[in-house]
């Protein structure tokens, strides 16, 4: 009896640990393909960079979007850019 109740109690954990490992993959599966949805803060500075941005500045992410400050042609603007595709898009809600 008492081997019983032993062997009960190790299925028991063994189960739970094995739940607990397969919740664990699961949420790690979904944080790397929201990553991999998105563009990286480097990988944008290099695409803007390639774009003939200069002094690149991640500023935050906002609504969508990815806010940057850059140069070109000598003049230094704030950028709106697509984290999907590193697309320079329209910065339609003027933060300051």
């Known amino acids: ?34 990553q991999a949805t998105g563009m990286t803060d480097a990988q944008i500075r290099q695409k803007l960079e390639s774009e003939g941005y200069t002094n690149v500045r991640i500023t935050g992410r ?17 950028l709106a850019v697509n984290p999907q595709s590193g697309q320079v898009i329209p910065d339609t809600d003027h933060d300051d």
């Open 62 to 78: 906002d609504k969508g979007h990815v806010d940057a400050t850059a140069a070109k042609g000598g003049k230094s603007t704030k």
């Open 1 to 34: 009896m008492r081997l019983s109740a032993t062997l009960l109690g190790f299925a028991l954990l063994a189960g739970s640990a094995g739940t607990a490992l397969a919740a664990g993959d699961q949420s790690a599966g979904a944080a790397t393909n929201v």
